[in-house]
């Protein structure tokens, strides 16, 4: 089965949040991790279904949903979950700042490493929960890039009597890195260690580009480490359907999940019926489309490996991009005061590297997840900005 990723049908003018940010201008939306391709069609078909029978009244899941959600685990990540243990969640933004408001007082801390995705510092910081940061480390890798590592002294040092909970992306945003397994056991028994909970955020566990690197459902790894792990998961980024507020948190500890359930009370909405209606399609029937996607990402993300490496001089990955539609990069050579607004002044836009706790200037954050046309658009005009950049610095 083919799907085209080549021409989707445009943005702009529509109710999409990317690209209202430039509405009447001629900047290309780079920025916020959603992908401009349409959904796989059966999402598409299951939501007309859903649509056509017409009543839209408050929702729960039936049982082929969340059976559906039970088999991918399994299939995917040999992962056994019991329905018992999924918690629907309206996003998973959302099941960041309850887990810290479940698991933490007021002034506690919940240890991540960044850069990160911001929610994860500005979710304990909502409800006064305190978000320490522990810098990831850049070793020396293989060739051209270099290796994201964690600095597990620095990491040893940040726990205080204070501190929960971890906060753990995997794979990885914005670093596009997928965690080994030895890795993540090391993690986790740091967790373990120092009593922590552990929250595992694995929305782009399903968009690793490499054949040979398994996504590992961090709760999958030993019953001890899932008695801890807070596991949060959604169809969103991978089906392009986060419009659609629809995700998981999946708690297999019954008290742990008592206590997340308790936390929601009152203040979290329902998934909706069109949610379940796409979720279900998704996980159950939305493979061959994912795998399609997964090539057209991968080309996408050689073009940007390729070219950042040819044209952009001043311009750098650091490491290789395992997982996501999203490159980090480093901009620090150019020596701009505001790195996005000078991408912007040359019609591209970028997300901020200092949102993901990056130091002011270093780094922006490139969103690929577009038709080739539109990445080698925005890779051009990119290029003059580059070459504007270091013409100022010279002068
Ligand atoms: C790691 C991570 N978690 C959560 C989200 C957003 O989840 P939601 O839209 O379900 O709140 C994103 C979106 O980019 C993300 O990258």
Redesign the pocket.
Known sequence: MTFDFDHPPARSGTDSQKWQKYAGRDILPMW??DMDFTAPPVIIEALRKRVEHGIFGYARPVKSTTDAVVEVMERRYGWRIEPSWIVW?P??????NVTAQAFADAGDEVLTLTPV?P??MTGPRNSGRVAVQVPWLLAPGNGLFGRWEIDWDALDRAVTARTKLFFL?NPH?PLGRVWRREELEQLAEFCLRHSLILCS?E??GDLILEDNLPHVATSSLRDDIARRTIT?M?P??TYNV?GL?T?LAIIPDPVLRAKFVRATAGIVAEVTTLGFAACEAAYRDGEPWRRALINYLRSNRDEVVAFVGRELKGVHLEAPIEA?YLAWLNVSQLALADPAAHFENYGVGLSDGTFFGSPKGKHLRLNFGCPRATLLEALQRMKRAVEAARALAAS
């Open positions: 916020v991790a969640l996003g998973l933004v959302v099941g960041l995705y929610p994860f992306c945003n955020d929305i782009h949060l959604a969103s980024k986060p507020g995700s996501t």
